[in-house]
């Protein structure tokens, strides 16, 4: 008698995930998402019992509630159920939540996780199904009790200090808004300090080479201004002095690769290469990770998971990396014994593996066709930083050459790769082929001195942090997760303490406002060490070294009478500004709107309602300007004005009052209609993209700026791509590699 086949439902958090498990567990397994969390604290409330030992409650997120009663269903129909959510805490609480609500008997119920969407570890997370780890559960939802235990007891003090403002507070945010607002101090704070270098153009055989003053009278050279330059300089031009190469030093050195990427460093690298924010990179590589359709494969998870502060490799990897590297570059660019990383920085977990690609065979090049630009230039990024940790060091010759000038000694030096190493894979913009060229010199060699250059500098301040320098020093101390560095930079400047000038993170004014007052009344919020310190008992509540309610409760008695005394000591507080209320002349104040945006109202509220409103570098923007157009309703004249979502045109007829949005055109004609015109859009989240006007007749849109002109080669529409480094115009047809650098 034939074995009926087990019908297996497997739950997993995103439905992108359901094509590539499906395509390699196979039929008999019905795939299905809980769209991430599905339950979550009750609104409005703390959420747990503070008197019997902070017990949570959870109920179903109302949107969800469909979901649930799916998964119920099919829970019920199945002969077994594998959760198989993400393989962190937050994956581990999300498949506790759903064995909640899943109304099936503990024995059909399991946990699976894998770190990478491949037949091998799928199979095998199956095949070594376990039961949920409550330890990793209680770890999450200490996180969360000590995040809404932050919020709910300091914003309301926020609210009743500064009623202006639409404000909260969160446990690591804020910290995160803490360093910020400091470096911004330090900027503020720095004097230049002047100095001069000295450099000389030399001249040997017709060959011309620069060096540098490297010491004046045996010491490095401390030259603080003009005149001390000038002395230097009337003192080499002497015709009596001669330049002569004194040493010649030559070295050599390795360059060894670095670590594959973790969360943190992929972030960064990400930013400075390819000028991605950390939101837009993790959500790129999400999707490399659960799977992207490439052709006859079908759906493939192309790299393991992106959410990791382990740099360890699996054996599996690393004996496909060797037989990737010796097959495709030789065997002299593998190492003798295999690279392998340790990570030295605070609450390294190992759970997971480092992100690497899935399949080293599935080369950028070989899988380009089946990506958008976005996620082969990612992947690329991935797969090469991968590869090249595997080989062999870089060799380099370094030579420096020494040249006496009387009191005076210059330095010339190159660096010449002899062996590229990993570097054929993988090279990193400051390690370059040659750093400068010098001629065939030897010791005693007379140079003929072309010109000297004195050249002023300036010592420079900290820069501000970037969204990836930011994460970058969250990592140093300590602070946050892998999981948590997104919503962390996301949540500050959604909430209007945080700007972005040029890419860098600077604090608006609010922004400092309150982190003044944070710091003031919360220190331990707001200290470094405290909140790393809170990361580390997290860490040892998921290996069950610590009681999970213990932890809140050491937290919760010195934290409330901190909120106590914050609530008593507290002044009220108001951001004062220069501009007059032009009805009844109080001072104007800043203040926040329920959106986040700022504007002027006048410090006599409610008597004086009158309000102007800010742009986003905190300019009073003119109201009621003058236009030519006129009222599509009563011919009357419009105005300008600017409300919560922008610049609008109202009708100047009181009777009439109609109102319309400003759209801003780029004077190109729709490429897909013909008829429109593309304008500039923004979506539900802010971010700027463009649309045909006829919309939604033409339901045209682009991420990039469409130029009328045609590509040469496909005569698709070009668009503009500009990054940090380059303004090029490239073809929207992802099958054509056309691009030219833009005229200026």
């Known amino acids: 008698m034939t074995k009926k086949k087990e019908n297996i439902l497997v739950i997993v958090e995103s439905p992108a995930k359901s094509k590539t498990i499906k395509k390699i567990l196979g039929s008999s397994y019905e795939i299905e998402a809980s769209y991430g969390h599905i339950r979550d604290f009750p609104p409005k409330v703390l959420g747990f019992d503070v008197q019997n030992n902070f017990t949570p409650s959870f109920e179903v997120i109302p949107e969800k509630k469909a979901v649930v009663k799916k998964l119920n269903d099919l829970a019920q129909k199945a002969d077994k159920v594998l959760l198989a959510s993400d393989p962190d805490r937050e994956g581990e609480a999300i498949a506790w939540h759903v064995r909640q609500v899943i109304n099936v008997p503990d024995s059909k119920v399991f946990r699976i996780e894998f770190n990478e969407i491949t037949p091998k570890a799928v199979t095998y997370a199956v095949e070594h199904s376990r039961q949920i780890d409550m330890s990793r559960v209680k770890a999450q939802q200490t996180?969360?009790?000590?995040?809404?235990?932050?919020?709910?007891?300091?914003?309301?003090?926020?609210?009743?200090?500064?009623?202006?403002?639409?404000?909260?507070?969160?446990?690591?945010?804020?910290?995160?808004?803490?360093?910020?607002?400091?470096?911004?101090?330090?900027?503020?704070?720095?004097?230049?300090?002047?100095?001069?270098?000295?450099?000389?153009?030399?001249?040997?055989?017709?060959?011309?080479?620069?060096?540098?003053?490297?010491?004046?009278?045996?010491?490095?050279?401390?030259?603080?201004?003009?005149?001390?330059?000038?002395?230097?300089?009337?003192?080499?031009?002497?015709?009596?002095?001669?330049?002569?190469?004194?040493?010649?030093?030559?070295?050599?050195?390795?360059?060894?690769?670095?670590?594959?990427?973790?969360?943190?460093?992929?972030?960064?690298?990400?930013?400075?290469?390819?000028?991605?924010?950390?939101?837009?990179?993790?959500?790129?590589?999400?999707?490399?990770?659960?799977?992207?359709?490439?052709?006859?494969?079908?759906?493939?998870?192309?790299?393991?998971?992106?959410?990791?502060?382990?740099?360890?490799?699996?054996?599996?990897?690393?004996?496909?990396?060797?037989?990737?590297?010796?097959?495709?570059?030789?065997?002299?660019?593998?190492?003798?014994?295999?690279?392998?990383?340790?990570?030295?920085?605070?609450?390294?977990?190992?759970?997971?593996?480092?992100?690497?690609?899935?399949?080293?065979?599935?080369?950028?090049?070989?899988?380009?066709?089946?990506?958008?630009?976005?996620?082969?230039?990612?992947?690329?990024?991935?797969?090469?930083?991968?590869?090249?940790?595997?080989?062999?060091?870089?060799?380099?010759?370094?030579?420096?050459?020494?040249?006496?000038?009387?009191?005076?000694?210059?330095?010339?030096?190159?660096?010449?790769?002899?062996?590229?190493?990993?570097?054929?894979?993988?090279?990193?913009?400051?390690?370059?082929?040659?750093?400068?060229?010098?001629?065939?010199?030897?010791?005693?060699?007379?140079?003929?001195?072309?010109?000297?250059?004195?050249?002023?500098?300036?010592?420079?301040?900290?820069?501000?942090?970037?969204?990836?320098?930011?994460?970058?020093?969250?990592?140093?101390?300590?602070?946050?997760?892998?999981?948590?560095?997104?919503?962390?930079?996301?949540?500050?400047?959604?909430?209007?303490?945080?700007?972005?000038?040029?890419?860098?993170?600077?604090?608006?004014?609010?922004?400092?406002?309150?982190?003044?007052?944070?710091?003031?009344?919360?220190?331990d919020i707001m200290n470094y060490e405290f909140t790393a310190k809170m990361e580390t008992k997290l860490d040892d509540i998921a290996e069950d070294k610590l009681v999970w309610n213990e932890v809140i409760k050491d937290f919760y008695t010195p934290f409330i009478e901190t909120v106590s005394g914050a609530k008593a000591n507290m002044q009220k507080v108001t951001i004062e500004s220069d501009i007059t209320c032009p009805v009844c002349g109080k001072k104007m104040v800043v203040r926040t709107s329920r959106y986040g945006s700022q504007f002027l109202g006048c410090s006599g509220y409610p008597e004086c309602k009158t309000m102007l409103p800010l742009s986003k570098d905190?300019?009073?923007?003119?109201?009621?300007?003058?236009?030519?157009?006129?009222?599509?309703?009563?011919?009357?004249?419009?105005?300008?004005?600017?409300?919560?979502?922008?610049?609008?045109?109202?009708?100047?007829?009181?009777q009439c009052k109609h109102r319309k949005r400003i759209i801003k055109s780029t004077g190109v004609t729709c490429p897909k209609c013909g008829k429109g015109e593309i304008v500039y859009k923004k979506s539900k989240h802010g971010r700027l993209f463009f649309g045909c006007s006829k919309y939604p007749e033409c339901d045209f849109v682009s991420w990039n700026e469409p130029v009328s002109e045609k590509c040469p080669e496909c005569g698709a529409y070009l668009v503009k791509k500009i990054t940090k480094k380059s303004k090029k115009l490239e073809c929207s047809n992802k099958d054509c590699s056309f691009s030219k650098e833009m005229e200026e």
Not at 378 to 397: D, G
Not at 639 to 649: D, F, I, N, R, S
Request: hydrophobic share 30%.
């Open 618 to 654: 905190g300019q009073v923007i003119e109201q009621n300007k003058a236009t030519d157009e006129k009222c599509e309703k009563c011919s009357s004249p419009m105005v300008q004005k600017t409300g919560p979502y922008g610049p609008y045109l109202e009708c100047t007829n009181e």
């Open 143 to 523: 996180r969360q009790i000590l995040d809404r235990l932050v919020g709910y007891k300091i914003s309301p003090v926020l609210w009743e200090k500064m009623r202006n403002y639409h404000l909260s507070a969160g446990r690591v945010q804020s910290v995160a808004l803490r360093m910020i607002c400091e470096r911004e101090d330090e900027i503020k704070a720095f004097t230049p300090v002047e100095y001069w270098t000295i450099t000389a153009d030399l001249i040997k055989d017709k060959s011309k080479f620069s060096a540098e003053l490297a010491k004046y009278k045996n010491k490095k050279p401390e030259i603080k201004n003009e005149a001390e330059a000038d002395k230097i300089v009337e003192y080499l031009k002497d015709k009596s002095r001669v330049f002569e190469v004194e040493k010649i030093t030559t070295r050599n050195t390795t360059r060894k690769p670095s670590a594959p990427f973790i969360t943190s460093t992929l972030q960064r690298e990400a930013s400075s290469k390819l000028g991605y924010g950390v939101s837009k990179t993790m959500q790129i590589a999400q999707k490399l990770y659960e799977g992207i359709d490439i052709g006859s494969d079908g759906p493939v998870g192309l790299i393991t998971y992106m959410r990791t502060d382990s740099v360890r490799i699996s054996d599996d990897a690393q004996n496909a990396a060797r037989e990737f590297i010796t097959a495709n570059y030789g065997d002299k660019y593998y190492p003798k014994t295999p690279n392998n990383y340790v990570k030295k920085s605070k609450n390294v977990q190992d759970a997971h593996e480092a992100i690497r690609p899935s399949y080293i065979d599935k080369t950028p090049e070989s899988i380009k066709s089946y990506l958008t630009n976005e996620q082969y230039q990612l992947y690329k990024l991935i797969w090469s930083k991968f590869v090249a940790s595997q080989m062999e060091n870089a060799t380099v010759k370094n030579t420096t050459v020494d040249i006496n000038a009387g009191d005076c000694t210059f330095k010339a030096g190159v660096s010449k790769i002899t062996f590229d190493g990993y570097l054929k894979v993988y090279n990193d913009d400051e390690e370059k082929q040659e750093t400068s060229k010098i001629p065939d010199l030897k010791e005693d060699d007379k140079l003929k001195l072309k010109e000297l250059e004195p050249k002023q500098h300036f010592t420079s301040p900290p820069p501000r942090y970037t969204e990836a320098s930011l994460v970058k020093a969250l990592e140093e101390h300590g602070i946050g997760r892998p999981s948590t560095y997104v919503p962390i930079i996301s949540k500050i400047q959604q909430k209007n303490y945080v700007e972005k000038i040029e890419k860098a993170l600077a604090p608006t004014q609010l922004g400092m406002t309150l982190c003044k007052q944070l710091v003031e009344y919360f220190k």
